[in-house]
């Protein structure tokens, strides 16, 4: 059993360098692990169309269908940059999903699987927009959208969101030790979240939380390797 979690890639173009090294990471990797984890803003922007899928992304989705062809299990717990994941996913690569979180038994753990964008709980302006963009009524209506239009507007809605510099999704370490803490009352014993690009390994009692930092400047993932967690760089 090897499970590699990552997150945060927020992938755009295939020549970008980032992009690149997840997928010649992937391709190392192909054939050596049984769980490939993905927690989420892998993809800059995604939208589940039912027959079409963004051209930038088909050298990752390609390498996913090469991944759960050599036997690897694909899961996919969705993020702020990319959720409504549709049928690619959950048909074509045969990817369990996660819309907010979820709960992993592996190894004889509990491990609670998240993106990490709801740990913050005063943050309601966000917490709102993200019940209105997840409803089932915006699940129906936003793949209407043409595919070159919900390409360039998400473009446009990146842009203006980097230029305000907002890092308001690096929290201080309590508040994710205090979310972790929740989960583990609950009877998980490991808690993974991606999101606020920080790379944390930190042994909580006897649990463990991780957090996966990003694939941006870190190439950082978690390691579930015969029964040891470990948080590694590429
Ligand atoms: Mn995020």
Not at 145 to 162: E, H, L
Not at 171 to 181: D, I, K, M, T
Not at 197 to 208: A, S, T
Request: proline share 3%; hydrophobic share 40%; charged share 25%.
């Amino acid at each position: 059993m090897k499970a590699i979690f990552l997150a945060d890639a927020h992938l755009l173009q295939p020549e970008a360098d980032n992009y690149r090294r997840l997928l010649s990471f992937l391709k190392n990797q192909r054939g050596s692990i049984t769980h490939l984890i993905l927690l989420g803003d892998i993809f800059e922007f995604w939208l589940g169309y039912r027959h079409a899928v963004f051209a930038a992304y088909v050298p990752l989705l390609e390498e996913l269908r090469r991944q759960r062809q050599a036997g690897t299990e694909l899961v996919f717990v969705e993020g702020n940059h990319d959720f409504h994941l549709g049928p690619y996913f959950s048909e074509t690569l045969a990817c369990r999903i996660f819309p907010d979180h979820g709960t992993l038994e592996l190894d004889g753990r509990r491990i609670y699987i998240a993106h990490g964008d709801l740990v913050n709980k005063t943050d309601r302006g966000y917490r709102l927009l993200r019940r209105v963009l997840r409803s089932r009524l915006s699940r129906r209506l936003l793949p209407l959208a043409p595919v070159d239009w919900a390409w360039t507007v998400s473009r446009w809605g990146s842009r203006q969101s980097s230029s305000r510099k907002d890092e308001s999704y690096r929290l201080p370490e309590e508040l994710l030790v205090g979310f972790a803490r929740e989960r583990f009352a609950e009877g998980h014993d490991v808690v993974v979240l991606g999101h606020h690009h920080l790379p944390l390994i930190k042994r909580i009692d006897d649990k463990l939380l991780l957090c996966l930092g990003d694939w941006i400047e870190q190439d950082s993932y978690g390691l579930l390797e015969k029964g040891v967690f470990s948080l590694q760089r590429a």
